[in-house]
């Protein structure tokens, strides 16, 4: 998977302000729409799509990482955004630690085989520790892009 090229360099946030999980959400999808990414009555169904995901179970998977993620038909393509927050969000995650790092996942369901394999992808490069290490410090959205880059490179 090349995730480096689903991520746009636009689409990351590396300074984000919110302190819990709504304010986060809301702060990614207003620079997706800003980039031109959705409109803003998508945006609005998305977060909503994202809030009733997160009524089922947190999107916190720990270790400082949350995949929120959501369908949504009014999309052509996946859209992934990553957020970086310096202190942290409390996110409800499944250790309890506050999410340093945030990968938002939005995608039409005709394109469920991309979705879960974005999923997995995350989660799987999340999960290794170095990687991990990596992420946490990544400082600006060139380190993001690098970062993904350089885990291609070595898969």
Known sequence: MHFSKLVKKKNIVADLQGT????????????????GEMSEKDADQIFSGLMARERLGTTGIGRGIA???????????????????????????VDGGKV??????????????DYL???????????????NKLLMGAQTAKDFVEIFQDIEEND
Request: net charge positive; proline share 4%; glycine share 6%.
């Open 20 to 35: 819990e999980r709504e304010g986060v959400l809301r702060e990614m999808l207003a620079r997706l729409r800003e980039n």
């Open 67 to 93: 995949i929120p993620h959501v369908r949504f038909d009014g999309l052509k393509d996946l859209l992934v955004a990553v957020g970086r927050s310096g202190p942290g969000v409390d996110y409800a995650a």
């Open 100 to 113: 340093k790092v945030v990968f938002l996942v939005v995608t039409p369901a005709a394109k469920q085989d």
């Open 117 to 131: 394999a974005v999923l997995r992808y995350v989660s799987s490069i999340a999960r290794d520790d170095y990687n």
